[in-house]
């Protein structure tokens, strides 16, 4: 990898790889969602209105509003 500056610090953390703990921590953010998902039911928020930004993917404009129902 070559510097852009000669007294320019590169982590070793800026490798393609990433952290050594990352693959760790994607495994472990899955599992809380699924958590989640297990004990809550979601549903749309009908008080925010969603609105659909067209681009190469339809997405939303300001995100979905959605709230958590302890099943």
């Not at 070793?12 to 760790?24: C, H, K, Q, T, V």
């Not at 993917?57 to 302890?70: F, Q, S």
């Amino acid at each position: 990898m070559k510097k852009a500056f000669p007294l320019m610090f590169i982590s070793p953390l800026d490798r393609a790889s990433g952290s050594i703990g990352n693959n760790f921590a994607m495994m472990e953010a899955v599992q809380l969602l699924a958590g989640i998902m297990q004990k809550f039911h979601f549903e749309l928020d009908e008080r925010h209105a969603v609105i659909l930004e067209p681009s190469i993917t339809l997405r939303p404009k300001k995100g979905i509003h959605m709230r958590l129902v302890k099943r």
